[in-house]
């Protein structure tokens, strides 16, 4: 095995453990922006049912329940965690992509290997 072969299937082995690593987390990671994103929904109806008996109209509730500050950290909190699931998910098809080419690079390799042994006297 060359020098280049036998880079590539170090790298292609580093990135396979670390597509495995992400892969096996971004359950979590999905399950917790689900989870964040029920907890916002929940509780600015909540906050929206709270103004509208009080007499305001849909709007109204909806203009407070966005200014109240517990509502507003509950939908920072899912702002994050539904980034960190896209970030996840940008990553995951990152590393399936340089898999790909590392599969790639080592049948080049290996293909021109053979081409040259062959070739040789």
Known sequence: ??????EAVR????????????AS?????A????EAEADY????AKAMLVAMSDGASAAKAEALANGDDRIAEICRQYKITA???????????QLREQVAVGR?????ERES???HAASAP
């Open 25 to 29: 987390d971004y359950q979590e990671i």
């Open 11 to 22: 790298h292609l082995g580093v990135v396979s453990k670390n597509y495995e690593k992400l």
């Open 1 to 6: 095995m060359t020098a280049a072969v036998s």
């Open 104 to 108: 790639s690079m080592m049948v080049a």
């Open 41 to 44: 929904r929940k509780e600015k």
């Open 113 to 115: 290997d053979r081409i």
């Open 83 to 93: 980034a960190l699931a896209d970030s996840a998910r940008a990553k995951l098809t």
């Open 31 to 34: 399950i917790a922006a689900a």
